[in-house]
């Protein structure tokens, strides 16, 4: 059994480390304070000194994590009201947290003994990057649920809002949503529209997988492009050729028209899916049940179609997400009669600028949090059934 020995790093490594996390958290709070360079050094400088202060001279973690929590949320109080102090704990948790994990050399506890300096650092540089990208994501959904609380009609945070006063809170966005007639319409065309599109994409994408997964067809890579395509072409370029194609038809404008539009939008996602679920898939199992005396459909139904079966439910949450939060093919292929909430909302940016956009967009992250929640159990379990992973 290898064990890992852990030493103590030099402040000299240490120090300028957590001098700059502490300039990259500065700039958050020194942007919110009106200046981001002070942010920036302040940060730096305090941090580089408490590790200095800790390591050096106190040595003792827990009084030094506590000091540090309790004085960062204190300072935090003080310059930006309770929502500051919040701020100020998670940083002194955090920090506090960080100059001994480094300092004492823990970081290195889970990785083997003969790793370089170098490799340590690519280790920790690609996870640093790969959270800077989360938050450079996910930043922007967080930031809108928040406000959809907002008392005031206004798309920023109040001074109320900032000092968590429940007076800066209210549910009235919601309240409007849920009695606004337009809205309400609105929600009912997408609640319509989407399953139906999605059982469509189902139907015709597991068919198509399932006969682009067989190797006596031809031309199966130029028949899966033209049908994935879709996902690639410009979807202003697919909405203006829906456009043209739908009115010559005399669907444009029409209920089926957007479904059969939006049907067409999820369609690859659906072929993706259940491909990568079908190359897994046992096709002796097929020949012993047409061995047995059972048709192609009752095969399909009795031993295909429940192994592949979390592949399709990936594929049509997916189609259905697609459809749900569509609004550009809607826009051209749609009428007044199919206005979706994406549309509404749409309109309510440009025409209105209600902030019941916020509430609506919570609900829509939401929604779209539980669906893809559900497609990685789905792909979990789909995984164990091939085993592909520990039960």
């Known amino acids: 059994m290898t064990v890992t ?28 304070q009106g200046s981001a360079l002070i942010g920036v050094i302040g940060g730096f400088v305090l941090t580089a000194a408490l590790a200095f202060l800790w390591l050096t001279v106190l040595r003792n973690e827990r009084i030094a994590r506590w000091v ?31 100059i001994f994990w480094l300092g004492e050399g823990r970081y290195r506890a889970k990785l083997p003994p003969y790793t370089t300096p170098m490799q340590v650092f690519l280790h920790f540089g690609f996870r640093v990057l790969c959270g800077l990208i989360f938050f450079f994501l996910i930043t922007p959904i967080v930031v809108v649920m928040p406000l959809s609380f907002n008392a005031q009609d206004f798309f920023t945070f109040t001074p109320e809002m900032l000092r968590l006063d429940p ?5 009235k966005h919601y309240r409007d949503f849920f009695t606004n ?38 031309f199966r890579r130029a028949i899966m492009a033209i049908l994935i395509s879709p996902m690639i072409v410009p979807l202003i370029i697919s909405a203006a050729g829906m456009y043209f194609f739908y009115s010559r038809l005399g669907l444009q404008g029409t209920y089926w028209g957007v479904v059969l539009a939006h049907a067409a939008l999820g369609i690859p996602f659906v072929i993706i899916t259940v491909t990568a679920t079908l190359v897994g898939f046992d096709r002796s199992l097929t020949r012993a049940a047409a061995n047995m005396g059972a048709n192609p459909v009752t095969t399909f139904f009795r031993v295909q179609m429940p192994l592949i079966l979390p592949g399709v439910i990936s594929g049509g949450l997916f189609a259905f997400i697609t459809s749900f939060d ?16 994406p549309w509404q909302m749409f309109i309510g940016l440009r025409e209105q600028i209600s902030p019941t956009i916020l509430a609506v967009a919570t609900i829509l992250v939401t ?20 085993g592909l992973s520990p039960g």
């Open 68 to 98: 540090t929590t309790l004085g960062m949320a204190a300072a935090g109080y003080l310059t930006g009201g309770l929502m500051g102090g919040l701020v100020g704990l998670i940083f002194g948790w955090l920090f506090g947290w960080f």
């Open 181 to 218: 007639s337009d809205w309400q319409q609105a929600m009912w065309n997408s609640l319509s529209i989407a399953p139906m599109a999605t059982f469509l994409s189902v139907s015709f994408g597991t068919l198509a997988a399932i006969g682009l997964s067989s190797e006596h067809v031809p």
């Open 5 to 32: 020995i852990i030493q103590p790093k030099p402040i000299s490594f240490v120090a300028p480390v957590v001098g700059i996390a502490g300039a990259f958290a500065g700039l958050f709070v020194g942007t919110a």
């Open 367 to 386: 929604l779209s949090i539980l669906l893809l929640s559900t497609v990685e159990l789905l792909r979990r379990r789909s995984e164990r059934l091939r």
């Open 326 to 341: 569509e609004v550009v093919v809607v826009l051209f292929v749609g009428s007044a009669g199919q206005k979706t909430l």
């Open 167 to 171: 007076e800066g809170y209210s549910l």
